[in-house]
């Protein structure tokens, strides 16, 4: 299975998650290349959107392999690999330091005039445009779980078994349409992966209209 874009496997999604139509939910995504799918589903389930900010810990001289992955709050999560990948402690401080403060630059960066919106009680589906070792979307479940959320799905569409194993132990329901066992890397599903800035990003969070249940001042 390969999608033609990011819109095409947001629109599978939507589909997918059809039985929360209605329901509000709050669909987050994590930056920046799952935001305009979280638009996309949220507009399709009668949801809001935002964003869930986690970083990667890249290896040593090999940033995009992910080792683990760190929250909002700081909390990390390490994979069993990141010893082989040669990150001591040291490394893996001074990684965490630096990806804490790029998150906080987003955040800064992404919500001047919104704050986050406030994920308890509700249904939650975090989002992202695949998973390859999953280390980001278990960080963006534990921070969020802290935060009692009615219901806490992830929603991928594309992801190895493995990964979705792992992630299934995090998430009430786990949702990916496509396990693939000779899974390389996320951009091998998609025709066109191009990037996605932090422009296009901020304009989109920038347009979101609230919920009544939010202009009422109600959380």
Known sequence: MIFSNRNQAAQLLADKLAAYKGQNPLI????????????????????????????????????????????????????????????NADYIERAKAHELETIRRRRAQYSPLHPPIDPQGRIVIVVDDGLATGSTMLAALHALRQRAPLKLVCAVPVAPPDTLEKVAEQADEVLCPYAPENFQAVGQFYADFGPVEDDEVVALLSGRRDSPERRAGVE
């Open 28 to 87: 987050l995504a994590i930056p920046r290349g799952a935001v305009p799918m979280a638009k996309l589903i949220a507009e399709a389930l009668g949801g809001e959107f935002d964003v869930v900010l986690v970083r990667k810990l890249g290896a040593p001289g090999n940033p995009e392999f992910a080792i683990g992955a760190i929250d909002e709050t700081g909390w990390a999560t390490l994979g069993p690999y990141a010893a082989m990948a040669g990150a």
